[in-house]
């Protein structure tokens, strides 16, 4: 038994190391790569990133542009060395240049942010495109949105169209997302309001927020006689969109349950929307916590607060629909204070101006019962 249990050990041992060796003629990669991405990821080995770093540089040295571009990201981020975000991207540059579809993408990405070289959307195309046509799902879905909002390339729909549809079939969600909204408004291809809510359901099941406050805003306002309004299933995704942590969708839900059009009112709800929007620098919920305040709608009603976050709220942008008549009203409200009072409101200013400040309100919210959101028909 024994000698058979030795047997089947070396047995394996051996179809391990065949299978090794055999992983390595058909890899891609050369095997100074191949070690140092053993050492990045902790296989075989123990994860070690200053030694991924030494084994990336000798492939690097080689022209390897997935070394190149592997030791760039441990460069840039300083990944078991010191940051070095200049040599990093140069590094990253030469792997794109070498044909990387990754490099290229990040070369991409890095000219839309202006990390470490000058804002350029027009080389930022270049770079998408490069990758996009190696297939390259994430420079398809930036190519797209480019050629949708005509950065740094001229407008076409089509063209969104093609690299969206390009995307999304590798299933990259926030491709589907902008194909929906193709579909939806009928630019790039024929409107088509069904095929838009089956993509954008598939994309917001998969987490995207964006898709989910579109699916919310077509719920609510139907399109056309192919998808009639549906308040609870907009409600549904509106909700599912806040809880992913996208402000307009906070902001609508607080204007939903705040204005009673739609739902009935529920202040104390509406406020706590509207607060997670305002904490996310949305002026109009700010605007309208402040109007709240000033009414005593779901909070305890408090004027010096009120003017208080008002300032806070005219610091940011606004419409100017908005922003000209807030200003007068809060020239008017101040005049009617105390100078004591006005001290107060300068102080208020102050402690709304920062996120911990704002958090405060949250013990402001009455303990009102707050209403479910219904859940969608179908």
């Not at 044909?99 to 027009?122: C, H, K, T, V, W």
């Not at 204005?259 to 607060?275: E, H, I, K, Q």
């Amino acid at each position: 038994m024994r000698r058979f249990s030795i047997a089947l050990f070396l047995s394996i041992l051996a179809f391990i190391v065949v299978s090794f060796f055999i992983t390595l003629w058909r890899s891609p990669y050369s095997v100074t790569t191949l070690i140092a991405s053993a050492y990045e990821e902790g296989l075989v080995v123990g994860r070690n990133p200053g030694k991924a770093a030494e084994w990336y540089l000798k492939g690097a040295a080689k022209g390897e542009p997935v070394a190149q571009f592997k030791l760039g990201l441990i460069e840039y981020y300083g990944r078991g060395v010191d940051v070095d975000r200049p040599k990093g991207l140069q590094l990253i540059s030469e792997s794109a240049e070498h044909g990387n579809a990754d490099a290229q993408y990040f070369m991409g990405f890095s000219s839309i942010a202006g990390l470490e070289i000058p804002r350029d959307f027009a080389q930022a195309a270049t770079w998408f495109r490069k990758a996009a046509e190696q297939g390259h799902a994430k420079s398809q879905r930036q190519l797209a949105s480019l050629y949708y909002r005509g950065s740094g390339v001229e407008t076409d729909p089509r063209q969104a169209f093609n690299w969206a549809s390009k995307a999304a079939a590798q299933g990259d969600n926030e491709a589907l997302t902008l194909l929906g909204n193709l579909y939806l408004f009928g630019h790039g291809v024929s409107a088509d309001p069904q095929q838009a809510v089956k993509l954008l359901t598939q994309a917001a099941t998969a987490g995207d927020s964006q898709a989910s406050g579109m699916l919310g805003a077509a719920y609510f306002n139907g399109v056309g006689t192919g998808i009639p309004k549906d308040l609870p299933a907009a409600l549904h995704w509106y909700t599912r969109a806040a809880e992913q942590g996208d402000a307009k969708a906070q902001f609508v839900l607080g204007n939903l349950y705040s204005s009673g059009t739609d739902v009935p009112v529920n202040y104390p709800l509406a406020n706590r929307w509207l607060l997670k929007a305002a904490l996310q620098g949305h002026g109009v919920s700010l605007v309208t916590l402040a109007v709240h305040l000033d009414n005593g709608q779901g909070f305890e009603k408090n004027k010096r607060k009120a003017c208080g976050l008002l300032r806070v709220a005219l610091k940011q942008t606004l419409p100017d629909n908005i922003a000209g008549p807030m200003r007068v009203e809060l020239e008017k409200e101040e005049k009617t204070l105390s100078p004591e009072q006005l001290t107060e409101v300068l102080a208020m200013e102050k402690l709304y101006s920062s996120p911990a400040g704002l958090r405060e309100l949250q013990g402001d919210l009455t303990s009102e019962q707050i209403a479910k959101p219904a859940e969608p028909t179908g």
